[in-house]
């Protein structure tokens, strides 16, 4: 490959990685509003210990939004696995 194309390359993968790490962001507020909507819904506003019955409904009420965060937060990391290693190769030519 020509440097004009790796450079190409090199810029989609940092658009990539940063609309990833924005996506990772969004669902992360999705997930603290709906754990905060649980909290108004079930009146639980004190501390709650983590595997206490509480803390399982909760999880359990939250579940798709916790997976869609996990989801994202993996495209994040493979998004910047990718752009590091284009990076990488930039720098070797």
Not at 40 to 66: H, V
């Amino acid at each position: 490959m020509n440097k004009p194309q790796d450079l190409l390359s090199l810029a989609q993968a940092a658009i990539h990685y940063a609309q990833a790490v924005a996506n990772t962001a969004q669902c992360k507020g999705t997930l603290h509003a709906g754990y905060h909507a649980w909290r108004i819904q079930t009146q639980t506003f004190e501390y709650i210990p983590r595997r206490s019955d509480a803390w399982n409904a909760m999880m359990l009420a939250t579940a798709g939004e916790y997976q869609k965060f996990r989801n994202a937060k993996s495209r994040e990391w493979r998004a910047k696995q990718k752009l590091l290693a284009l990076a990488k190769r930039w720098e070797g030519m």
